[in-house]
T-cell receptor, first 115, second 112 residues
Framework: KAGVTQTPRYLIKTRGQQVTLSCSPI?????VSWYQQTPGQGLQFLFE???????NKGNFPGRFSGRQFSNSRSEMNVSTLELGDSALYLC??????????????FGPGTRLLVL | GENVEQHPSTLSVQEGDSAVIKCTYS??????FPWYKQELGKGPQLIID?????GEKKDQRIAVTLNKTAKHFSLHITETQPEDSAVYFC???????????FGRGTSLIVHP
């Protein structure tokens, strides 16, 4: 079974631009979570989607948004990019949260560099 | 909310030695504890996990122990090899719709 895939793998943008990142979960997984990883802050939770609904949200500004489609694929968008948004953005999928199916499996990440 | 502390932040060992990474959690309702290994340029990969109804779990050279009373759990790697060099993350989860809380990570360096 294919793992979590993320596109693109690398991205360079300039301040003020916007960016959209894509995540395809493992087949059959219905929950998708997004994390921002930086050397100084570790893994920070952005948001989680289940059945096209945002169920959980981390402490990030409104410039960060996301959505999930009916096939469980998810996208996240960052508008008005700032230098501090440079990070590795990780997507993780899980089968069905709860009932012992909450293990998250991570994709390889999208490395975003904002200049 | 849940708080997970992970120690040490850096661990340097010689090949063949054992390595131990410790995590503590604050929410007694947490019942699922996964460990992830992240190699350079890759996403975190699940290496072992444990649930609150189990005290210890082993998988070849890797083992995890859980002390619910003290609210801490540990990762043990025996006979370390250079390919074990990576950043290791612990996490604690209450299951259901709750998102796991991650530790800050431990950079393990195994010297050949």
């Amino acid at each position: 079974k294919a793992g979590v895939t993320q596109t693109p793998r690398y991205l360079i943008k300039t301040r003020g631009q916007q960016v959209t990142l894509s995540c395809s979960p493992i087949s059959g997984h219905r929950s998708v979570s997004w994390y921002q990883q930086t050397p100084g802050q570790g893994l920070q939770f952005l948001f989680e989607y289940f059945s096209e609904t945002q169920r959980n949200k981390g402490n990030f500004p409104g410039r960060f948004s996301g959505r999930q489609f009916s096939n469980s694929r998810s996208e996240m968008n960052v508008s008005t990019l700032e230098l501090g948004d440079s990070a590795l953005y990780l997507c993780a999928s899980s089968l069905i949260p709860g009932l012992g199916q909450e293990t998250q499996y991570f994709g390889p990440g999208t490395r975003l560099l904002v200049l | 909310g849940e708080n997970v502390e992970q120690h040490p932040s850096t661990l340097s060992v010689q090949e063949g030695d054992s390595a131990v990474i410790k995590c503590t959690y604050s929410d007694s309702a947490s019942n699922y504890f996964p460990w992830y290994k992240q190699e350079l340029g890759k996403g975190p990969q699940l290496i072992i996990d444990i649930r609150s109804n189990v005290g210890e779990k082993k998988d070849q050279r890797i083992a995890v122990t859980l002390n619910k009373t003290a609210k801490h759990f540990s990762l043990h790697i025996t006979e370390t090899q250079p390919e074990d060099s990576a950043v290791y993350f612990c996490a604690a989860s209450k299951g259901g719709s709750y998102i796991p809380t991650f530790g800050r990570g431990t950079s393990l360096i195994v010297h050949p």
